[in-house]
């Protein structure tokens, strides 16, 4: 199966800036739909950012135009950039893959998931 290890996670003030890695074992991520799910305590993941197989990048609006997804097949790693932080953004952070051309913001949709990395923004 795929094996997904996040990292990059920590605390930092608002408007602060941080870099997720989440890096893939045993398959290439050149083979895989991918995404970016956070959560906090008693809410439902929500889906923040997705790299689809052919390379197709959407973002949701409460990201958009602070957040940057990217893929390097040669580290096999994806990358979550995010910058101008604030409070809303605290939660855990979880890479998600999926071994298709789809793609979907269910998170139940995706069968593979890292251990997620704790991300928390003081104001």
């Known amino acids: 199966q795929v094996q997904l290890v996040e990292s990059g996670g920590g605390s930092v003030q608002a408007g602060g800036s941080l870099r997720l890695s989440c890096t893939a074992s045993?398959?290439?991520?050149?083979?895989?739909?991918m995404a970016w799910f956070r959560q906090n305590p008693g809410k439902a993941r929500e889906g923040i950012a997705i790299r689809t197989r052919g390379g197709t990048i959407i973002y949701t609006d409460a990201v958009k135009g602070r957040f940057t997804i990217s893929r390097d097949d040669t580290w096999n790693t994806l990358y979550l950039q995010m910058n101008t932080l604030t409070p809303d953004d605290t939660g855990m952070y979880y890479c998600a893959a999926a071994q298709t051309g789809a793609f979907s913001w269910s998170s139940s949709w995706y069968p593979y998931w890292g251990q997620g990395t704790q991300v928390t923004v003081s104001s």
């Open positions: 045993g398959y290439s991520v050149s083979t895989l739909c």
